[in-house]
């Protein structure tokens, strides 16, 4: 049906953790149950990438892809730090419906090991689509008496989530449907029960994406929670995010990630992740086009080679787009789309003191190949700062050039990749 893109971006890992190639924290977790997911129907997963951006230095590293608790066939090994372009070109994993699946982190020494990105392709059996989720491994606690929380669908998930919806909607483009929502409960000791549901543009549509998360007044729910109801259809512009309503009590609700299945009838799919502010600047900063990423120092400050990511398919990348809950520059900004190092038309101005709100390109594309890598640039500002939230962008299937019919036989019947026709 097409690949799609998972990536996720900084996280630190000891020997022996277990993640998965979405959203970030700051940590694998030793608890492998944390950050397993069911595959919800057949799906192949290839390109297990990886980049090593410091404390690697001397030593060997590996991680694997892992299928129902298992180490499968998918492994990258890595010695030190110099790791651009890591990936298993070989070997994929194919899961079944109910199949479970996650990743696996060991090195040679300790400490932490940081890394710029990790990236994987995944291929849904039946309609395209791709899964999208925050994480934290470790586990972010919802405690907030009586009050609705938002859950973000990229990047970290933390503690208590967000108490305003607009900073936790993902603009839909791509996709047409939310086919399931998974969520792990790694411990609740809340005195009643919760629920969680997908919104659309706000408000609560669906009677099939929604669930009781019990207390310790029923039996309480703890491991995995599948959504699995009626799915939920999606227009392009459309707002999604979870909501999480707690009742009375500040006892503790931990959730170590939340997952959505999106379909796309028409073969489009989307990457999208978060970061944090960025002060104005003449020098340009780079990001990945998915995951989690951040400023916190200058050894976390990435290059755009660091930032590359091979998209692993053909397509025509579309609607560079970010959510600015704040911006206060007194110059236009721009974000920029980079294939292979190079600048792209697909630019996103960032207007000068334009406040809260979406900034998207949305009529520019690019064509890439299964070669190419995607990175993202900001730079400007004149004073001041944004606060960034989500950001990314939509891929579609190249469009098919046909040619004439000359003597009963089609000619010139293609794809235009990069302004070549490729037969």
Request: charged share 15%; aromatic share 8%; net charge negative.
């Amino acid at each position: 049906m097409g690949k799609a893109l998972m990536v996720q971006s900084f996280p630190g890992h000891g020997s022996g953790v277990h993640g998965n190639i979405f959203g970030s924290d700051a940590a694998g977790n030793a608890t492998a149950a944390n950050s397993t997911v069911e595959a919800v129907e057949g799906v192949s997963f290839s390109k297990l990438g990886f980049f090593v951006l410091s404390g690697n230095a001397g030593e060997t590293a590996k991680i694997e892809f892992y299928k129902n608790g298992a180490a499968a066939t998918q492994t990258i090994t890595i010695s030190g730090d110099s790791s651009a372009g890591s990936e298993d070109a070989t070997n994929t994993d194919t899961l079944a419906a109910t199949d479970k699946f996650s990743t696996r982190y060991t090195k040679t020494v300790e400490p932490n090991c940081i890394d710029a990105w990790q990236k994987m392709n995944v291929e849904f059996s039946g309609v395209h689509g791709n899964y999208h989720g925050a994480s934290n491994w470790g586990g972010a606690v919802f405690d907030v008496p009586s009050a609705t929380r938002y859950m973000l669908l990229a990047g970290a998930l933390t503690a208590d989530g967000s108490s305003s919806e607009a900073l936790a909607q993902w603009k839909n483009r791509g996709y047409t449907s939310v086919e399931a929502v998974q969520l792990y409960i790694s411990a609740n000791v809340r005195a009643n029960a919760s629920t969680i549901k997908l919104n659309k543009n706000g408000s609560f549509t669906s009677g099939g994406l929604e669930a009781t998360i019990n207390g310790t007044d029923t039996s309480a729910t703890t491991g995995l929670v599948k959504l699995t109801g009626n799915a939920e259809s999606l227009s392009a512009g459309d707002l999604i995010s979870l909501a999480l309503t707690l009742g009375t009590g500040v006892e503790d609700l931990t959730i170590t990630f939340v997952l959505l299945t999106l379909k796309s009838t028409s073969g489009k799919s989307e990457t999208f992740g978060l970061a944090d502010s960025r002060a104005a600047s003449a020098t340009e900063h780079f990001y990945t086009i998915g995951g989690r990423n951040t400023l916190r120092t200058s050894t976390n400050v990435l290059t755009e080679a660091q930032a590359r990511i091979k998209v692993g398919f053909a397509a025509t990348c579309s609607n560079l787009r970010i959510y600015l809950s704040a911006n206060t520059y007194t110059t236009d900004g721009t974000m920029t789309l980079y294939k292979n190092g190079s600048a792209t038309a697909v630019v996103v101005t960032i207007t000068a003191g334009g406040g809260a709100g979406w900034y998207e390109d949305t009529t520019r594309t690019v064509d890439i190949d299964d070669n190419d890598e995607l990175s993202i640039g900001i730079v400007g500002g004149g004073a001041n700062s944004i606060s960034m939230s989500f950001f990314g962008l939509t891929f579609s299937p190249i469009a098919t050039v046909v040619g004439p019919l000359v003597g009963g036989r089609l000619i010139n019947s293609g794809a235009l990749m990069g302004g070549r026709l490729v037969h």
